[in-house]
């Protein structure tokens, strides 16, 4: 007969799939298409579509640094002419530090 104030040993397992990137490892997406057809199209469209919209405001952030950048060293360079060198260390600073991300980007 048990005793019963005997120890029980109860022993668990989790486990956690994690990923980066829009979409999943192939064996799990092939998985999901599995579960609901046409899962893994919509995933992929999905993918798709993020890329194309991230693509675009990168673009559009490097033509508005891009005329900042100019618009600010026109600034300067007018200032310089007006005899407002003062003046002018601000635009040029400005369109200095507009150029540079323009042309050497964030990394990531």
Do not use: W
Not at 5 to 22: C, F, M, R, V
Not at 41 to 57: G, I, N, Q, S, W
């Amino acid at each position: 007969m048990g005793n019963e104030n005997e120890n029980k040993l109860i022993a668990t397992e989790q486990s956690i799939l994690i990923y980066s990137g829009p979409l999943p490892p192939a064996d799990e997406y092939g998985r999901y298409e599995q579960v609901y057809s046409g899962t893994a199209e919509r995933m992929l469209k999905m993918a798709e579509a993020e890329a194309d919209h991230r693509r675009k405001v990168v673009d559009r952030g490097q033509i508005f640094a891009f005329i900042i950048g100019l618009a600010s060293l026109g600034a300067a360079v007018a200032c310089a002419f007006l005899n407002q060198a003062v003046v002018a260390v601000v635009p040029a600073i400005l369109g200095c530090v507009s150029l540079a991300a323009v042309f050497l980007g964030r990394k990531k």
